[in-house]
């Protein structure tokens, strides 16, 4: 069984800075798996890689054996890759339940003339996708349901938005989920909460994860394992008590102890 | 404005001198301009008071109006409910002092032209004109006085209607507006009571050839005092009877409005007759237009520019395969068989002119379909290929539509032709927006890189919103051609583009009733206001601006455009910006 | 199969992409064939070439003028002011009828020079004006509504300023008197240049780097470059934006305004309220080809263009074998406009405003 998410040697160059320099990584069904670093290391640009949204120079990135490089982004999220962004992107006129609903776009298949036409199928389509939208809401409880799936979207609440572009992710019925900063902008509590998430769409819903992140309780609650990298490669790996002490992984957060250095700065 | 609640006399002066100001500008740009002159020769009230001086008079008396509004406006600036009435006095003296303004303005631009002779630049200050602002008096002394008499007597009569009882205020105003409206379409209420069917005395009594009669303008004045009096216990009883309703009652209701709305449209050319049905057709053909544009920009968000260009194509190629004339192409298909050859490769074109354009975003993508447009006017109108597509000479004899044996002539039969596409295009719009291509063209229209990574395939979705915009474009060019019996390419002009935005954007974007509204308002008003026609685009562009810092959502919205374009909607617990949107995927430094 | 030809190139590969190469190739092939017909068919001599540069350049000048104002706008508003075609002839129109009365008066026989700058004043005065008026009625309080909404009341406000002053001033044509010091031409090197283009460019040219300095050395440019780079910020950092913004418009205006008498000087004929409408294409052409919101770009672009309308129906299209070429002149603009925006939007000096910004 080939792993559910591959990539290898993968290479992006911007002009004269390369972003990501041979990067490899292996998650297998059902990980949760973090991707850290400081800012700048390359963490989102493999983000945007995997979508399609950068063409990588070189290497390979494969979803359950399919190869990625070369697909377009929609084709790749049909692949099941989806993903959420930095700063929740939503679609912010349309309604919560539409928001939903067009993760399922991938999933279903009525075109022009079904619409017109209201065909059977397209009723039937309409009804599903409709269906497996509201079922996808009921996984973050009363706070995305009832009433609220007719708000348009700029109506909610940021941790609400966080919520409602998860739920748009999880539509897509993707077998891996990308997650950028899912715990940006967000108090103690939410945070919380949003480290619980995390493993509850592995274990409810078995969804595999990999997650870009800052906030290290998060990373720390819920990782299978973690990433590091610094200047796009990869400069450790494994559980997260390693990762911390890494030598290196500390270094590219803090800097180098110089040589002569006194204790307090 | 000051935000103190008591202003000092002076700045209530002030006050009054700037909104003067502000009709003395629009006098003087209604008599530059022309329009003054240009509606002298149609009367209001026949022989009692042409259009012209109506105007002017109008505008003495807004000002007057406008005076006290600011006036208001300035003493609550917090728009609380309790307001500080404004004494009469007060009322009063602004507006007279507003309207001393505007009268003098006329007085000063008399005593000028009497020294300098401004129409060898200025082509409107006639001497027909001096007659008019000066109310017959021409350069006398009495010419100037009058003037600014009647308008510092006017505008301070109607600074204190302002403050008048609120049931007189409107009466009057609401009066003026009807009266004026009644008399400008008055041509068209005439042609249509003159229809056999009616009494042969009711299109003589209250309209003539120039305007309204007397008669007339009392019955409307007594209607607008009736409907005032009358009207909110109207009102009352029919909102009780609708309440009290059950459910299928209420259904019910609804349907027998639907069907005199159906009734009216099936038996309309009947009722107003041959030319406003010729209206009516124009209005139909941006209809159609409309429709497909909305689904283009409405729809997809794709700012289309050039659609002009998809007309053309459809009236140019139902020409080419149906014409008779010798020396073009001429297959000599009938209407219908041509149609699906057409719709094809109308359609075709808008996929040559989606792919590419595919990569570009708002303003560049509304240049180069301008582009495109203009590129297909120059090459129906080149030398080059008039071989093919007749040039500057157009294309002639092309047939009439028939149906069977029956030949299909004349705008009142015609019109059917006209509301059957109509209802098609409005069909096929009105299914596709509820449905999963609907939602994934609002998402692209959202956020375009969002919705490549929701699984949407752009560029299926834009190639499918140029092709169908196409199409139901090719529908109004070829009843288009049928229907001229001859096509030039002066007919496909840059301003048949930008009528059909016009038209989406006033009636409403995205919104399907709002076509309507819109080719209603921007083709159908015009074509009945006969004067107005040289001043059409005037009042276009005028309006444009006016809708675009007013009411950027349109005449009837619809439901999501209006919530994008009013910001006032906010977030549960902060500001949500648009521009948060906007972000492309993180530049390489991020990451 | 596809998959795998895909992953050899690398990058993304589409159809699409595929029929744009096609187009890209195309297009150079058309061009090199055209010239070449031309050139060897030898229809044309040296002198018409240089006469054509000439015409192309003065030509390009007025367009390079025009151009600032667009680049000058979107950089700072990202909005594309429609109606600045129409500022363009608003100063053109109304300087026309005081050159009118300077030549019937005579003034302008006995001092040609000063007249002309008498026209210079009044136009640019007078495009200020409605630059300044347009900024503040239309476009203020729209600075913050989506993008379609300022593009509209850009549109609405190029009709309304077109219909306007055929309302003031009727439509017909006029022209520009004669101005005699400017006939005849000039022989260098061998060949007659008309005096009129060479005034064109100078002037245009001496106007150009007038702005430079005023965008790179003083105060206010600096603002307007602050501005352009960021609003908010720049507001911040203490600056009045709003005073940036109409200073903007108003230097988009005067320079269109000169644009206008130079048009008047170069091509007397075809004063009309509707001149604007084709130039202000061209010159958006212009400003799209130099890299919107580069001022160097405007310019540059401006001189492209002339060049390229001068010579590409003699060039290209008659050596192509298309007839009736000069007819064809005004589609070149526009068909170049059409290739820039979808092959190169950075145009040449290559701002990327496109895409970042939009």
Known sequence: MPPIFECEALVKNFGGLTAVNNFNLRIEQGEIVSLIGPNGAGKTTIFNLVTGFYPADSGSIRSNGHELVGLSPYQITQHGVARTFQNVRLFPNMTVLENVMVGQHSRSKSGVIGAIFRLPSFKAEEEAVREKAKKQLAFFGTRLSGYRLDEPAYRLSYANRRRLEIARAMATEASLLLMDEPSAGMNPKETEEITELIGQLRDERGFTILFIEHDMRVVKGVSDRVVAMDFGTKIAEGLYETVAQDESVVEAYLGRKSEDDTDGR | MIHVRDLSRTSKVQLALKMGLFGVILMQYLIFVGIIETFENRDLIRDVISIGTWMTLLIFAGTGYLAVWALERASNPSHEEVKIPIRRSWAVGSGAIAGVLVGASIALLVIVNSFIELRNVFVSISPELIEIVTFGRGETLAGLLIPIALATILAALTGSLYVAREDVRRTVVLSVVWVTLAALISDLIRVSLSRPGFPVFLSRTFTSSNGLTVLGTVTVVVLVIAWGIFGPRIQSRRAERIAARSEKGQRNAKYRQWGLVILLLLTLPAIVGVFPSEVLNNIGLYIIMGFGLNIVVGMAGLLDLGYVAFFAVGAYSMAVLTTAQPDIGGLGLSFWAALPFVIIITGFAGLLVGVPVLRMRGDYLAIVTLGFGEIARFLALSDWLSPFIGGAQGIIHIPNISVGPVVLRGPQVLYYLFVLAGAVALFISWRIQDSRTGRAWMAMREDEHVADSMGVNTVYYKLLAFGMGAMIASLSGALFAAKLGSIYPHSFSVLVSITALSLLIVGGIGSLPGVIAGAIVLVGLPELLREFGEYRLLIYGALLVTMMILRPEGIIPSVERARELRDDDRAQDQVFSLDDQAAAPSNPSGD | ?358
């Open chain 3, 1 to 358: 199969m596809a998959t795998r030809i895909r992953q050899r190139l690398g990058s993304r590969f589409s159809w699409v992409n595929l029929l744009l190469w096609a187009l890209r190739i195309g297009v150079v092939v058309l061009i090199i064939v055209g010239s070449v017909n031309t050139l060897t068919s030898e229809k044309y001599t040296a002198a018409n070439w240089v006469s054509l540069f000439f015409s192309g350049l003065a030509q390009g000048s007025i367009y390079a003028l025009i151009a600032l104002g667009y680049t000058m706008v979107y950089g700072i508003l990202l909005m594309i002011n429609f109606a600045h075609g129409e500022i363009f002839m608003a100063g053109a129109l109304t300087a026309y009828f005081v050159a009118d009365a300077t030549a019937r008066s005579g003034f302008l026989d006995s001092n040609p020079w000063a007249s002309i700058a008498i026209w210079l004043l009044v136009s640019m005065s007078v495009a200020t004006l409605v630059a300044v008026l347009l900024e503040r009625i239309a476009y203020r309080p729209l600075r913050n509504a989506p993008r379609l909404v300022p593009l509209i009341t850009a549109i609405g406000a190029s009709l309304f300023l077109q219909y306007t002053f055929r309302g003031l001033f009727g439509s017909n044509f006029r022209s520009y008197p004669e101005v005699a010091v400017l006939q005849g031409s000039v022989t260098i090197l061998g060949f007659n240049i008309p005096i009129d283009q060479i005034f064109v460019i100078l002037a245009a040219i001496i106007m150009m780097l007038g702005l430079n300095i005023f965008v790179e050395r003083t105060k206010t440019g600096k603002s307007m470059r602050a501005v352009s780079e960021d609003k908010e910020i720049a507001g911040l950092m203490g600056i009045n934006v709003n005073r940036v913004i109409v200073t903007t418009f108003a230097i988009g205006g005067m320079l269109a305004g000169a644009a206008g008498v130079f048009r008047g000087l170069y091509i007397p004929q075809g004063i009309s309220p509707f001149m604007g409408f084709l130039p202000g294409l061209k010159a958006f052409t212009a400003a799209v080809l130099g890299g919107i919101g580069s001022i160097p770009g405007a310019m540059v672009g401006g001189l492209v263009l002339g060049l390229f309308e001068s010579f590409g129906p003699n060039l290209i299209l008659e050596g192509l074998g298309i007839e009736g070429a000069n007819q064809l002149r005004d589609v070149i603009a526009i068909v170049l406009l059409v290739l820039v925006l979808i092959f190169r939007p950075q145009g040449i000096m290559g701002e990327k405003l496109s895409e970042e910004k939009a």
